[in-house]
Each structure stands twice: as C-alpha cells, then as structure tokens.
C-alpha cells in the first residue's frame, strides 16, 4: 500500500503544516480508501491567514494592472501545463471522469484568460453637472470601480477547480486579496491549483488557502471583521445560514435548484429527450443546474416518457477511469439520501421505470413517471441520478407546478412555437431560463443567477467584478 500524501495548506507564499497537528482524510468516492489528508487550520491560524491579506491587499490593488494581467495569465498557462496532474486528483476525490476533469482544467485556463481581459476593457465613467437642472458645468464627476479588500471565496465540491477559479480570478484581476477557502471534499484539488499559482510569482499573502471543517472554521472565518465580502457556492441550508449574519457585507450566494424541464404538446421531441438526457444524468445528476424533474404535456407525455426510458437504460455507468455517464456520488451520505427519496417514491405510488439498484455510492440511473406534487421527489433536490416526469394538462399548470418550489434557479421550456416558448420563459421564476437546451452553467461570461433558495447575487465574468467591487465618486470642482 502506497503512502497516504499529506497536503499543506498556503499561507504568506508558503505551504506550511497546520500547528494543531490535526488531519482531515479525503476518502474516494468509488474505492474503499483514503487518497491524502489536508490540513484542520486553527481558529488562529484563520486570523493570521486573514490579517496578512490586509497589506498586501493595499499593495496589490496598486500594482500596475497590466503587471496583474500578466501574473494571472501566467497562472492560466501553468494550469494548462499541470493540467494532467490536477485531472487525476479531480477524479480521484470527487469521481469525475477523467474526459470532464480534463476539460474542467482547460475550461478553467480560458476561463481566467477572458477575466482578464473583461477587467483590462472595464472603464473608468464620468458625468457632467451641467446635465441636471439646476447644476453646474463647473462640476465634473469621474465613477471608479475600486476593489472591496479581502473576498473569501467558499467553493463546492462538484467543480473543483472551475468554480474556485471564476471566485479566484476575478478578485484578484480587479485588486482584492482572498482568502480561499473550499469544501472538505475537493480541498486536495484546491491544492493543486494552489501549486499552480505558487509557481507563477504572486505577492505572498494576495491569495491564502485554508482548508478545514466549515463546522470548524466556516462559520468562524465568514463572520470574521477582516473578511469585506464573501463568494459562496454550496448547498442551499448553508447559503440561509450564511446570509442570517450579511448585514453590511456583500455577499453573493450560488445554491440549489431543483430545476424543471417544461416540455410542450408542439415540442420537438427528440431534441427534448437528448437535452433532458444530458441535463439530468451528467455526472449521476450533481449538478446545481442539472434537469431534476421533467414537466411533461398529457399530449406529448407517453411519447417523450417512452424515449426517455430506453435512452436511461442505455446509459453507461462505471467508475471514473472508463469515463461513463453515470459514476459513484461524492460519499455514502449522498448515496443514502438519494436511495432513500427512491425507495419513499416507491412506496408513495410513482412508476418505477427504470433503476433503483446500488453499488456503494453508485446509484444506477432511476427514472419515474406519474409522479405527483404530493410525493417528496417532486420538490426535493436529490443531487443525483434520479429524475421523476410529472404529467400536466397545459402550459399554465406546468408554470404552477414550476414557481411552487422553494427553488428558482434555471429551467428549460421545450417548444417549436418561438412566441410560446418566451411567454412561458417570463412567467417562470427563476433566473435562468434555457429555450430549447438543458439548463446549465455556460458560457461564463453569461450572468448566471438565482431566485428565492437558489442564490443572491449575481454570477458572470462581468458580474463578478461589479460584486467584488465598489463604485467610487471623485467630484471635481472647475
């Protein structure tokens, strides 16, 4: 048996071990071992990490912008260097196939190359007081966008490295420091991309990455008076517990959905079974933006519920290595959660069509019909690959049945008739709708949005900056 890899975490340009001496261990999600330990920092630790960010924030924020630029675009080609290496961790901790750890690198390269340059083209506004009744063409007012000081960036386990990077990149491209800190399980990954960035030659203390329990320092560090605004993608009961303690402090929260697929009586639908196929299944359905339940007209439904039954039961599944469809979830508490809203769904009445078997924390791909709004599984965010159809007798009950969830993050409304498409796309809450397409997070530079449970804030390349930032007046007076 190989030796189990210790991870430090960075801190002051350093990887550096934790002074308390405790370990956390990263278990793989699809093999019965622990793949490394990352570092349980101290509540001190934490306070030191974020202290040191507050010169170096002021340091930063003055260097020469195209120096930044430089800095970050470094990064982005180190990422790519690396990008086999990191892959392999990305698949080890959180059973992503190998194809989409692969990609989620490049994504992540380009993704902090377009940052750049969005940054590099935000300009500097100005007004004139002669243009309001009664002013001045003595007054002239110059709007800047000045960095916020030290973000923390919360990021989820599912995309590792890419949804780190989209906190990372526009916050320091737009001069704040931050302090990093991911989830448990893909702290490993953060690591790696940590590596990256240390080779690159950033300031020491413009970037801490901690590592830990959120029960342990989460709450701690997100409350903490040097921390000026927080980044946080996760699961919803945390991002409520979160915005309880946001007064006067910019926060932007990415949560769950529970995201309808509303396919209409003119849909086309063989184009609506290959998008729902691939928006509900992807990576066994963990996905914030994944299709979790399918709103289908009686006209159209025994057709569409036909075609989606033999496309399930043609769905590939396997460990990561092989790169099929379906791959054990991120733990056994996932795996459980989901097993037990399929067994509830069966005793409740839906129609089993196709699933309900596990292997450890590979659930096989499950697919109901005739689910009702009375069942759990019409409402509840099951982060796996488990997708109910529920059958409706027009475009006013799909709406109904769509804006009744807690959720509102994306949907997809499926329909040749462009006019109806749109006219039920603006009834819908949510605060992305796809038209013809499975919902999702891309392209990056797209704001990306939720209402009610799903989020605050907003997410996009541009959007991002405008959050970490802040406008400032100069007034000056001729």
């Known amino acids: 048996m190989s030796e189990i890899t210790t991870y430090q975490y960075y801190v002051g340009g350093k990887f550096v071990n934790s002074t308390s001496g405790n370990l956390i261990d990263i278990e793989c999600p699809y093999e019965d071992r622990v793949i490394g330990r990352v570092q349980a920092i101290s509540k001190e630790e934490a306070d030191a990490a974020i202290a040191a960010t507050k010169s170096a924030q002021i340091a930063w924020a003055d260097t020469d912008l195209f120096k930044r630029a430089e800095l970050l675009n470094k990064w982005a080609d180190q990422l790519e260097i690396d990008a086999k290496d990191i892959a392999q961790i990305i698949m080890q901790e959180v059973g992503k196939?190998?194809?989409?750890?692969?990609?989620?690198?490049?994504?992540?390269?380009?993704?902090?190359r377009y940052t750049v340059q969005e940054f590099i083209h935000t300009n500097d506004s100005s007004m004139s007081g002669e243009n309001y009744p009664g002013g001045s063409k003595n007054k002239f007012a110059i709007i800047k966008r000045i960095p916020l000081g030290t973000i923390l960036a919360i990021s989820p386990f599912n995309y590792p490295v890419n949804l780190s990077v989209a906190k990372l990149a526009p916050a320091l491209i737009s001069g704040n420091a931050v302090v990093f800190k991911p989830a448990t399980q893909g702290a490993i990954s953060a690591v790696k991309i940590i590596e990256s960035f240390d080779k690159v030659g950033f300031p020491a203390d413009v970037l801490q990455l901690i590592t830990g329990k959120g029960s342990d320092i989460g709450d701690y560090v997100s409350e903490h008076e040097g921390i000026d605004m927080i980044s946080f993608t996760g699961g919803a009961t945390t991002g409520r517990h979160l915005s309880s303690f946001s007064t006067m402090k910019p926060m932007v929260l990415e949560l769950g959905g529970k995201d309808p697929a509303i396919?209409?009586?003119?849909?086309?639908?063989?184009?609506?079974?290959?998008e729902i196929m691939s928006g509900a299944y992807s990576y066994s359905g963990q996905r914030c933006t994944a299709i979790k339940r399918v709103l289908v007209n009686d006209a159209v439904a025994d057709d569409l519920v036909a075609r989606l039954k033999t496309e399930v039961e043609a769905l590939t599944v396997g460990m990561p290595i092989d790169n099929p469809v379906?791959?054990?979830?991120?733990?056994?508490?996932?795996?459980?959660y989901v097993a037990d809203l399929?067994?509830?769904?069966?005793?409740?009445?839906?129609?089993?069509?196709?699933?309900?078997?596990?292997?450890?924390?590979?659930?096989?791909?499950?697919?109901?019909?005739?689910?009702?709004?009375?069942?759990?599984?019409?409402?509840?965010?099951?982060?796996?690959?488990?997708?109910?159809?529920?059958?409706?007798a027009s475009d006013e009950e799909a709406i109904k049945i769509a804006n009744a969830s807690e959720y509102g993050l994306q949907a997809s409304v499926f329909s040749e008739n462009f006019s109806r498409a749109v006219a039920i796309a603006g009834k819908i809450e949510a605060g992305s709708v796809q038209i013809n397409g499975r919902t999702e997070r891309g392209p990056d530079h797209f704001p990306f949005l939720g209402v009610k449970n799903s989020g605050m804030g907003v997410h996009g390349i541009a959007k991002t900056i405008d959050a970490m930032t802040r406008e400032k007046l100069i007034v000056v007076n001729l």
Do not use: Q
């Open 97 to 112: 196939t190998w194809n989409d750890a692969l990609k989620e690198v490049t994504r992540t390269a380009d993704f902090i």
């Open 263 to 274: 396919v209409c009586a003119d849909a086309d639908i063989d184009k609506a079974v290959a």
């Open 326 to 336: 379906i791959v054990p979830l991120i733990n056994k508490g996932s795996a459980d």
């Open 342 to 392: 399929i067994a509830d769904t069966i005793a409740v009445g839906a129609d089993l069509l196709v699933g309900n078997k596990r292997e450890g924390n590979l659930i096989y791909p499950t697919l109901f019909d005739h689910v009702t709004t009375d069942m759990r599984l019409a409402w509840e965010e099951p982060f796996g690959p488990v997708l109910p159809i529920i059958r409706v």
